[in-house]
């Protein structure tokens, strides 16, 4: 194992990331002139606080920031290694933390997953948000069925988002992760709200999956299209 890997695993290394981490997506938070369509996207939400906001993997880094500090939310992270970073970040950033992940087969079946899947049900009951990924791990844009499930099973309703920045850079991995860079334009849209009834069958649920999937992806080529397109004058 290599110096840098071993350091690298290391706990004060990555807090050390991820302190850093997170005062830079403030910075860039506090360096972007913000969108937001709708203008109303943050009375409309409190109006149904607690809900599920719900992002597209590697789309996301700019979420704890759009929080409104009286905002209670918590956050799904992956108990990957390098979750743990991500962790820290959110936290130094007022978010909480819930560890663990869906699966391939829609649902969070395996024991982790059910610890999870219970954590953010009770965060949901006790008044908390809870912000995460919809796809499903290692599949960028498809989303899983487990989120839909918790609207199921929480009665709370689901808020496809996006954010944008003008000035980014987008890695070349599986969900094309983007780096939101400062002193550019950024946008925050937000899909009409989803709610999964607790009847829902089979085939509802699925059809609550599918229409997610349509408004992130709706969601977010919006988003893309307000930071990019010509600035007047220029």
Same mark, same amino acid.
């Given at each position: ?7 690298? !695993? !290391? ?18 938070? *506090? ?17 149904? *606080? ?8 590697? !789309? ?28 820290? @970040? ?28 219970? &954590? *953010?049900?009770? &965060?949901? @009951? ?10 499903? %791990?290692?599949?960028?844009?498809? $989303? ?9 099973? &929480? ?10 920045? &003008? ?25 009409? %709200?989803? $709610? ?33 397109? %010509? !600035?007047?004058?220029?």
């Amino acid at each position: 194992m290599g110096l840098w890997r071993r350091i690298g !695993q !290391q706990r004060w290394a990555k807090v050390t990331v991820g302190v850093a981490a997170a005062e830079y997506l403030r910075f860039v938070g *506090m360096t972007t002139r913000f969108t937001l369509e709708p203008t109303d996207v943050y009375e409309r939400g409190e109006a149904d *606080m607690p809900i599920i906001l719900a992002f597209w993997h590697g !789309q996301h880094l700019l979420a704890p920031v759009a929080r409104k500090i009286e905002h209670r939310v918590n956050m799904l992270v992956s108990r990957h290694r390098d979750g743990e970073i991500n962790a820290v @970040a959110a936290e130094r950033l007022g978010v909480g933390i819930i560890r663990g992940s869906g699966n391939h087969g829609g649902g969070f079946v395996h024991k982790a997953g059910v610890a999870a899947f219970q &954590s *953010m049900l009770d &965060s949901l @009951a006790e008044g908390s948000s809870i912000a995460l990924s919809a796809d499903v %791990p290692k599949v960028a844009r498809v $989303v899983g069925l487990g989120i839909i499930k918790l609207a199921q099973a &929480s009665g709370r309703p689901i808020y496809p988002s996006a954010i944008a920045t &003008s000035r980014r850079v987008v890695l070349d991995n599986w969900d094309r992760t983007t780096i939101n860079l400062p002193f550019g334009r950024g946008a925050g849209v937000a899909a009409e %709200p989803i $709610v999964v009834p607790a009847d829902a069958d089979d085939d509802a649920l699925e059809a609550a999956r599918q229409l997610l999937e349509d408004r992130l992806n709706a969601a977010t080529r919006r988003a893309y299209e307000i930071v990019d397109q %010509p !600035q007047r004058g220029h």
